[in-house]
């Protein structure tokens, strides 16, 4: 009931938004984690080929964050999320329709170009809609939507596959032209601000802001570490049981933990200590939760992992959304969050080959990498906190209005 209430006190906008995310993870998870399959065994493609679909669409989305940033911050979020949805749809639809190797890399490139420009527009939208009073619980709650809608999504793909994965692709394409529809027609026209810099500038002005650099590098180790839900348990779950079943399991901890827990914890920590504490420590937590393994390679020990890196990703992730804006001007919102995402995209990359790597090595190697990235994430964070050079969250503003210049009612195309 509590967090229904929540909900309710956030402006209609971020409501909106809530329910947004709910429908893109649903409708993301319900088609992407069976493409490889699709493309491989219904398709007839070989693995290169595979390898080129998908990672087009990832290179797509992760080198083109700094783009729907940009987009964000000079055309409005607003457009740009009604955009990135309908490049999606389309995306979705040609993975549906199509079968040349044309056509797939065609919809991998727009569904990765949806993703790089939808991401951050909408969490400069969220930034921008929430008070400075409710942007850490705004941001708590949009967690828990996208955790639904992964969880969710797999569960409807799964029983759409049994038409076949066509039914699935478009039932996917379908949710992301509803939820177009709906944010053209509900989501608030916003003024742009009047801009004397070229894009060029922007992205230079915040690659040079220092303070926002060393936190973004300090911040790599918690998109390292969560992506271990898709590289490291799973392979160590396997092992552990035999049974491939066992990961379903990981997720479902990791689900259950966030919808129960991740307001509350958002409510307390934000009433007490400053946001670089509760990062440091949630940080800290990513990182130990990789001990137990070292101690057990039974499945309860995972599962425990599992909680604990959530638990973690639950305490410094919404502070860390909302300190982003914090950093710069209020006009370059979009952008901060862009450069930030590149960043992570970049790192998640790197530090899965570290971990790949050290699987080949030794048992023991992954999790002490882990924990390591963990510590040193913590202790970064807790420089910066004890330096001064983390802003206040009350900083993050709404851009000033020029009533001269409107933004687009219509999706701008560069989404």
Request: with cysteine; net charge positive.
């Amino acid at each position: 009931m509590r967090t229904l209430r929540s909900i309710r006190a956030l402006p209609p906008a971020v409501r909106l938004l809530l329910v947004n995310q709910l429908g893109v993870n649903t409708g993301f998870y319900l088609l992407v984690p069976y493409l490889a399959t699709h493309l491989g065994q219904d398709l007839g493609l070989s693995a290169a080929a595979v390898g080129v679909v998908l990672g087009v669409r990832n290179l797509s989305q992760q080198g083109l964050f700094i783009i729907g940033g940009s987009a964000a911050d000079r055309l409005g979020a607003r457009g740009v999320i009604i955009a990135g949805c309908a490049l999606r749809t389309v995306g979705f639809a040609l993975f549906a329709l199509g079968d040349g190797l044309a056509v797939l890399i065609a919809a991998s490139v727009l569904s990765g170009l949806a993703g790089a420009l939808f991401n951050p527009a909408v969490r400069t939208c969220l930034a921008q809609e929430a008070s400075d009073e409710q942007r850490a619980e705004a941001f708590a709650l949009f967690n828990v939507f996208a955790t639904t809608g992964a969880l969710i999504g797999p569960l409807l793909g799964t029983v759409l596959l049994l038409v076949d994965f066509r039914a699935a692709a478009l039932t996917a394409a379908g949710i992301f032209a509803l939820l177009t529809v709906a944010q053209a027609l509900a989501l608030p026209t916003r003024p742009l601000p009047r801009t004397s810099t070229r894009v060029l500038g922007d992205w230079q002005e915040v690659a040079g802001d220092r303070r926002f650099t060393a936190f973004a590098l300090a911040l790599v180790g918690v998109y390292v570490l969560e992506s271990q839900l898709y590289l490291l348990l799973p392979d160590q779950a396997r092992r552990a049981t035999g049974w491939d079943g066992a990961v379903s399991l990981l997720f479902l901890t990791s689900t259950v933990a966030n919808l129960a827990l991740q307001l509350r914890i958002t409510r307390r920590l934000q009433a007490s200590g400053s946001r670089g504490r509760w990062i440091a420590a949630g940080l800290l937590l990513m990182g130990l939760a990789f001990l137990p393994p070292l101690l057990d390679d039974g499945l309860p020990a995972l599962l425990l992992t599992v909680l604990l890196l959530h638990l973690g990703v639950m305490v410094a992730q919404p502070f860390v959304m909302e300190l982003i804006p914090a950093f710069g001007r209020p006009e370059l919102t979009g952008t901060y969050y862009g450069l930030f995402y590149v960043v992570s995209g970049l790192a998640a990359a790197l530090g899965n080959a570290a971990v790949g790597r050290a699987m080949d090595t030794a048992d023991w190697a992954p999790w002490l990498l882990c924990c390591a990235i963990g510590l040193t994430g913590a202790a970064a964070v807790a420089a910066l906190q004890r330096s001064r050079r983390l802003p206040s969250p009350a900083a993050a503003a709404v851009p000033h209005e020029a009533p001269t210049v409107t933004e687009p009612s219509e999706p701008s195309g560069s989404r």
